[in-house]
Each structure stands twice: as structure tokens, then as C-alpha cells.
């Protein structure tokens, strides 16, 4: 049975024609130039990434009927190169009656010898694992025998068990699910010959109570001598998706967690994957929205999420997670634009050779004597609206300060960022009309937020406060719709 919503793909259908028309892009001033966005209605967990054929393929929870969540599909584009997508039709809506007739929740795809199998969570009153099969990467069909897994382990409610990732290592199939025990959020081991038949293994890791109540969206993988194990736990202020590094016992299927690290600490970061491409490297995206959100200003456009950025996750020597945009990424600048080196502060000091609301920014910033600076973005000819990304000394922290930054919600949103004495704040910058993403320090430190100014606020400014400060550096590029 094919699976393709036929009202779903004709909403699908009309909605891309008319973005190709250039419609949504031309009238709405949030809808990103090159991140990747719904055709039309709501989208949040991407799902089934996977590099299949030598293309790219991206699946997301999606509702295609509206702009607000509801019975979710899968959502489905492909690309080349992770930057040019193309929207295809839906891979997988509810089937009334079968098991995910509640919606088509989260999951993975692997390349199952020539076949792209997608497991995914069937909702309804339980949470069931299901699997669907397509030899061309584009048709299919879901298995005859769903749900491949019907019930997690005793103690484990049946009604929150899901978004399945799977891997092949050590000659089998892997799976970790999300779950909960007695309020603490857990990821559970199963082991498979087939992607039918599962059985389960092990919690491979579980909150110590600090963690989360619920881990949704679990993602393990082995990276470089290490093993990653990336959750997104309910429960948790902001709900920020934790990144704990260390290592998987396949023989007990046990992971020991060396390392917790915050993956982005933005407001805008939720439910990533990740995959391997056919160059082994590890390439994550993230939904850049958040369940947090109280508004959200696109859906006035018919449209609400966004993926973020794909970003290449690598460990560095101390084993910290080091995250960068996809060196593709950078085929899309233009009008390469720099800032000689100088002393700014205390005040304002306005960049009149930057400007724009999709840039791509190598900033290198000495805080010398000044006690806070920051880069304005997205500022408004009469200084009134701004996003403030800013470095405090005295508390170490880097933030991302909406309060100005236009429609939406205010909020700072901060990480931790201790400067060591001479060092300078390092910052890579990509803004894409509604989005602002900071990676500071080579990766080390990640914000990514969602902003809503105004078209014609697109200013870049330096300030410093309580003491002289000195750029370093400042390289910029506009970046261009693909
Ligand atoms: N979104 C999906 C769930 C997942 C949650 C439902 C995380 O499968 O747990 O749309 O954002």
C-alpha cells in the first residue's frame, strides 16, 4: 500500500508551485532565504535523515493543513548538497485504523541494502515503533506486520515510547527510543537482524533526576573514540537538547556518560538528528523553534518552523562537542565585504559596510578594557529595534538579547563563556531573515534564536561598554536564496 496523502500532496504540490513562483519570499519578510522551511503549514522534528543514492534526504513532522500542529506526516525534500532542497510529496500520513492512525511521530531512515526503510512511532493511545520501505527513496510502503514493536520494557509507559533512531553496528540493527521511568527520561537499547523482529537490550542511559522527565528524540552514534548520546528532554527549562559524551557498551548496552554539554543553548533548538554522509561525516540539524514558544509570528503567513543550519559535529581533543555550519553552506556568498582592525568604544559604532538580514559573519573581537561588548543585528536605522548578541565579562556569559529584535517574544538567552585572559571572543554568525545562529569559540559555544524585525532593519553595529575594546577582524558575506 502506498502511503502518499493525496490531499496532503495536493496542498504539498500547490504550496511549492507557488514558492517557486517566488510568492511567500517576495510578501513575507521571515520566511528564510536558504534555510529549510515548509512549502506551507507546520513543521518541527526533522526525521529520517539520511544520505541514500547519492542524494540527501530530509523528512519532517509535518502538518499540512494549517500552520499550527496536528496530525503529523512526514514531510519529505531531497538535496544534493544539504543547502539546495527540493520538496517532494509527503512520505507517510496516518493510516485510519492502523497504528499510527494518531499521526506519523518521529523516527530514522537507514539504507537497508538498496532499500531506504524509515522507522518511525505510530501515536495513538500507545506509542508503537513502525516500519516503512521504499526502493527508490521516493514511494512508500508501510509493513504489512506494523508495528514492528509493540510495547516497550515493563515499568516503561506504553503512551510515551518513541521517536526510534536506528544504526547498524557490530553486524546488527540498533535502535534507542525515547521514554520515561518514574518521572526521569530515558533512552532504551534494542537490537535487531531485520528492522522487524526487535528485542530489547538495555535503558542505555537514564536522568539521574536532573535531566528531564521525558527524553524524546534520542540519538546515539559513535564519534571519533567516543560514543555521543544526544536527548531532548521534556521537563527541563527551555527544554535545551543535552549532548552527553562518552562511550556504548554493545555487550551490556550501557552507555557511561564522561561529558554533558548543552547542544545549543539558544531558545530556538529542539529534537535534532543526526546522520553519517557518504564522507563519514556527522551532520546534525535541529528543528529552530521551540515547544517553549508563546508566538509565533510566520503563521500570519500560513507557515510556522524551520530547520536550522546542518551543522558537522566533531569531538575535540579534550572530547567537548565542537558544532560548524556544512562548508556548503559557503557556495551561497556573496559580496564579500571586511572591517579593518580598530579600537570601538565605549558607545556605539555603526558598520555602514555590512548590512543585510541573510549574512554570513567571521567576526574577532579583543574585549580589551570593556566590560560588556556586542554586535547589534538586524538594527533599525533609528537604533530602535535590535537582536544583541553580547559578551559580559564579569558573568562569562555570551547571550543572544531579542528584547528589541521586533514581533515574537523578547527574552536573553544565554551560555556560558569564560574568556581566558587574552582571549579573543570568536564569532561565526549566520542570519537568514528570521534566524540568527552564533557559533563562538570554534564551536564550542552554540545560540540560536528566532527573530522577528522589521524587512528594513538590517544595521550591523559594535558597542562597547566601561572601556575601550578592539576588533580584531570583521569578514561578511551576503548570503543568496540557492
Ligand atoms: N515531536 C514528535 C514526537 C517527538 C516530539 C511529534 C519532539 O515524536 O517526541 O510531533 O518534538
Redesign the pocket.
Known sequence: MATRGGLATAVVVVASLAAALGAPGDVDPWRPLWHFTPPAGWM??PNGLAHFRGEYHLFY?YHPFGPD?GP?HWGHAVSPDLVRWRHLPIALAPSPGGPDAGGC??GSAVDDGGVLSVVY?GHGERQVQCLATSPDGRVFTKHPGNPVLASPPEGFPPEHF??PKVWRAEGHWWMVA?SKRDGRGAALLYESADLRRWSFKAVAAESDGTLGTMW??PDLFALGDRHVLVV?PEGLDRRKALAFVGRLDYGTGRFAIESRHVADHGFDF??PQSFEDAGGRRVVIG?MDS?ASKAWPTKAWGWAGAMTVPRLLRLSVDGTPLWAPVPEIETLRRDPASVPPGDFGPGLHVLDAVQGDSLDLEVEIDPGAASEVALLLRRSADGRQETRLKYDRASGTLAIDRERAGAGEGGVHEAPLALAAGETLRLRVLLDRSSVEVFAQDGRVVLTDRVYPDAASVGVALEAQGGRARLVGLRSWRLLRP
Open positions: 518541527n522534528d513532522q500542529w503529523m511521530f518521529s512511532t518513541r521517536d525515547g524524546e528524540c531532548s529542539y529534537a528543528w515547544w
